[in-house]
Structure formats: C-alpha cells, structure tokens
C-alpha cells in the first residue's frame, strides 16, 4: 500500500525517528477504515520521534495519520504557540466585544482534513465509558452548550495537547492541567476549606457534618 510504503521511506531514512520503538495497544479501537497490514501506533510513535500521540483517548489511528499527512511533525514545529495552530486549524473561535464583555465567540467556517479528523476524534471520545478528564471536560460542555459546541471545545483542547506534545515534547497522562477550568476553581476552594478547618482545629461536630 502506498501509504505504508511512503511512511517506512521517511522512518527508515531517519534515524532519530527509526530508533524508537513502542509495544501495540490492544485497547485502541480499530476502524474498518484504518489501511490494513500497517502499525499505525508504532510508526506515529516513530514518525513523531518518540513522542505518543496514540495515548491519548479518542485520537484513532486514522487521527494519528491525518496529522502526519496534513501537516507532519515539522509543519506542527514551524507554529510558535498553540494559538497559531488552532488558528490554522480554523478551530480558534473569533470572539465579538463590545464594551469589554464577549456578545459571541464563533468557530470560523470552513474545514480540512485534520480539523474534520481532530473533530471526529472528540466525537469518539464523547462515548467513551471510562472516566478522563478530557471525557469530563467534554460532558462539561456538552452539558451548558450541547454536544456540537463540546465537540468544537475539545477539538481546540486536544489540537492545544498535541502541540504542547509535538513541540515541547510534554507527554499525555491526564494530567490535572488538562482539567475544565471550572474544576480546577473547585479542587482550589476545597483546598482554602481544608486549610482553614486545620488551621482552626474544627472538627465533623464542629460543622455540624454528618458523617456515614
């Protein structure tokens, strides 16, 4: 297949991307779609030089080659912030403000390839069963604005991870950084309680909990 053959030309002529080497991932879905006889999570890990953008939840082979056909590791490089590249994507909403205060923030028209993939990507992630925070940062949304604008709002959050990943060579594992905004005010509001039921010695009686 000509995809296959074209991808092991670049890793085979490449040393800093042949050297890396990862072990499958049975747990990521396969779609009838994604080419056959090629190890799509093996040769993104190569191709992006060690870094695992299939690790990421929701991002399926056919995500994971989109990004190395549309724009590759050196295009995602030459974007000197995640902005740029959101902006690139056509994923940066255009806000309207008057007066200080936001009367609108739309998503531009207009779409390519890896911007239908990125979004395709957040789709899938949207059904998932197990609990993430980029499921929970979708739920968020989808919960205040429905399921379209939580497509669109984590489409940007993942395209801002794979830049933080291609770029600055950060690696996904859920972090707490990745959590919805709102989230992170709450685990801050319960961490000032927590101080101050230490530092004033209160106890279950004293706030009057009631404690199972």
């Keep these: 297949m000509e995809i296959g053959k074209l991808l092991h030309e670049i890793i085979d002529n490449d040393p800093d991307k042949k050297q890396h080497y990862i072990e499958e991932k049975p747990h990521k879905r396969v ?17 992006f030089e060690g870094i695992d953008l299939m690790a990421i939840e ?6 994971a080659l989109s990004l190395m056909s549309e724009v590759g590791i050196e295009g995602i490089r030459r974007f000197p912030t995640a902005k740029h ?33 990125l979004r395709l990507a957040t789709n899938a992630l949207g059904n998932l069963k197990e609990s993430t925070p980029l499921l929970n940062f979708f739920k968020r949304i989808k919960l205040r604005k429905g399921r379209v604008s939580a497509i669109s709002a984590t489409a940007r959050k993942l395209a801002v991870i794979i830049w933080n990943m291609v770029v600055k060579c950060v690696p996904y594992n859920n972090p707490e950084g990745y959590l919805y905004l ?16 230490s530092r004033y010695g209160l106890s279950t009686e004293d706030l009057n909990l009631v404690t199972g």
């Design 58 to 63: 929701g991002l399926s082979h056919l995500t």
């Design 85 to 117: 590249f959101l902006s690139w994507l056509r994923l940066a909403p255009k806000n309207k403000i008057s007066g200080g205060k936001v009367l609108s923030s739309k998503v531009p028209k207009g779409s390519s390839r890896l911007k239908i993939a």
């Design 31 to 47: 779609n009838k779609n994604d080419p056959k006889n090629i190890d799509l999570n093996l040769m993104s890990y190569q191709y």
């Design 182 to 197: 709102d989230q992170k005010r709450k685990l801050g509001i319960v961490k000032r309680i927590n101080k101050q039921i």
